[in-house]
C-alpha cells in the first residue's frame, strides 16, 4: 500500500477552502502520504498553464495521477486545468448546479467573494487588539468587556486560543493566568470578581504541560513534572469550586479549542 | 428575488470545513439574504434529532425549505439528518467515493481527523509566541529569527496579518512600525539593517487608515487625513527605494494578506 500521490489545492483566490476541505478528505486515508501543494491566485491562463506543467511533473515523478481539490471559478483557467491527467475533484461544480436549481437563480460566479474584507472586519481587527491588550492578565480595568475570559496555569494554551477567537470570530477574549497565590489562598483572583459568568477554564495534562514547559525553561522547578501535577490539580479544584467550566485542551487543535468555548457559552460567532 | 433561506453547517467536529466551503457556495447567491447557523459536535442521535427539530423549525419560518452542508461522518447521525426535508449538501460522501476508487482503498471513515493536533502544532504555538513578542518593534535582538518581518505606518494590518501567519502556518512573523524618524532620514530603522530580504511592505489607502485612526484618536493629527497621505506616501517611497515588494491591504481580508505574501515570498505553509 506504498502510494506515492501529490495533491493539489487550486483557487483562483487564497485556496484556504480548497485546502481546509482537501486536508479533511485526504485525512480519512491515511495509509498513503501525500505531498501537498498549494497553487493560489490562478487568475490567469498562463498561471493556469504553469499549474498544469506542475501537476504534471507530479504525475511523472509519483508514478500515480495527482489529485486537484480546485476551487476555481474562472471558465479559461477552469478548461485550462481540466486537460491536466489529473484528477479533478471542483468544489464548486459539484455544489453550485444543485443549489442554482433550488434557489432558482444562477450564479454570479464571481471570484473573490469567499473571503472578502466583509463588514465585520473591523470588529474582528478590534477584537485582536483587545484580545493583545488582556493577554496574561494585561490591563485589567477593561477586563469589564471580555466576552469572554479564559483562565489556566501558564502554558496551558490560553494565548493562543484567545487569539484565534479574536482573529476568526471576532470574540473579545482575555486570559488571565492561575499562579502560586490563587493556590495558597484557595480564591480566584482579585482581578476576576465579578466576572465569573464569563470565565472559563482550560486545563491539560501534567505530562503534556512537562512537555511545554521544558522545552522553555528545561530542569527548572516550573517544568517539574511535579510541580505541573500540583499546578494542575489546585488550578481544577479552583474550577470546581467556582464552578467554572473548563477544558481538558491535551491533544486537541486550537480550531477545536475555539469551537469548543463558542458552543459551550452559547458566544455567537 | 426575496427569498428567505436559512443554511446550516453541520458537523460531528468543528464545523470550520462546512462553514467555509458553506460560505463561500453562499456568497455565489448574493440576491439571497441567508441566516447561518452552525452546529458542530453533532456526535450522537440525541444531537441529530435536536438538530432536526432546529432545521425543520426553520423551514416552517422560512416557507422554504433550509440549505445543510454536512461534514457529518457518523452513519447513524447522517441518516437523521437526511430524514429532515433539507436540500443536504454532503461535502464528505460527494469526494470521498471518487478518492476511494482511486485509490484502491477504503476510507477509515474516522471523525476528527481534520483539526486533529498534528505534529506541527508546538510550531505554530513557537511561531504565536514569537510573533507576540516581536509585535510592533519588541525584542529586536532576535529579529534575526523572523521568517518575515511586516514594515508599514501604525495601523495599516502588520498585527493581524502576522499572527494570522503565526496561528495558521507557523511562520516567525515579526513586524516593525515604520514612523516619522524614518522619514525624515529617508533611511530604514537602523534595528532592520541586514534583514532586508525578509522585509514585507503593508500599505494602504489615506482614506481607511484616517477611518481606522479616527475610530481610536477621533480629531488628533495622528488621524488627520493629511497626516495619513504624508506617512503612507513617505512610507512607500521608503519601501521603493529599499526594493520591500508591498502590498496594499485595502479591503482585502487578513486571510488574503497572509496567503498573498506567502506566494510571493515563498515560505512553505
Do not use: W
Not at 8 to 15: A, H, K
Not at 120 to 132: C, E, F, Q
Not at 179 to 184: G, H, Y
Amino acid at each position: 500500500m506504498s502510494q506515492k500521490r501529490t495533491a493539489f489545492f487550486i483557487s483562483d483566490r487564497t485556496g484556504i477552502t480548497a485546502e481546509n476541505l482537501g486536508h479533511s478528505l485526504l485525512s480519512q486515508f491515511d495509509s498513503i502520504a501525500f505531498r501537498t501543494v498549494t497553487l493560489p491566485f490562478i487568475d490567469a491562463p498562463g498561471k493556469a498553464q504553469a499549474a498544469v506543467a506542475q501537476i504534471n511533473a507530479a504525475h511523472q515523478a509519483d508514478g500515480q495521477r495527482p489529485i486537484v481539490f480546485s476551487t476555481l471559478l474562472l471558465p479559461a483557467e477552469r478548461a485550462l486545468i481540466e486537460q491536466s491527467g489529473a484528477l479533478i475533484l471542483d468544489l464548486f461544480e459539484m455544489f453550485i448546479e444543485p443549489l442554482e436549481t433550488e434557489f432558482g437563480i444562477p450564479s454570479s460566479h464571481a471570484v473573490g467573494r469567499s473571503h472578502a474584507a466583509g463588514q465585520n472586519y473591523s470588529a474582528r481587527m478590534d477584537a485582536v487588539n483587545y484580545t493583545l491588550n488582556h493577554d496574561d492578565g494585561g490591563i485589567s480595568r477593561e477586563l469589564h468587556r471580555a466576552d469572554i475570559v479564559l483562565v489556566g496555569v501558564s502554558r496551558c494554551g490560553k494565548t493562543p486560543a484567545s487569539l484565534y477567537l479574536a482573529l476568526q470570530f471576532g470574540i473579545y477574549a482575555a486570559n488571565y493566568p492561575l499562579v502560586a497565590e490563587d493556590f495558597s489562598g484557595n480564591a480566584l483572583p482579585a482581578t476576576l470578581h465579578g466576572l465569573e459568568k464569563k470565565l472559563y477554564g482550560l486545563t491539560i495534562r501534567p505530562e503534556r504541560l512537562h512537555q511545554i514547559r521544558s522545552e522553555r525553561a528545561p530542569d527548572s522547578h516550573y517544568a517539574a513534572l511535579e510541580n505541573c501535577r500540583y499546578e494542575i490539580k489546585q488550578a481544577e479544584k479552583l474550577m470546581r469550586q467556582f464552578n467554572i467550566p473548563h477544558l481538558d485542551v491535551t491533544g486537541i487543535s486550537v480550531e477545536e479549542i475555539a469551537t469548543t468555548l463558542l458552543h459551550q457559552t452559547g458566544l455567537r460567532r
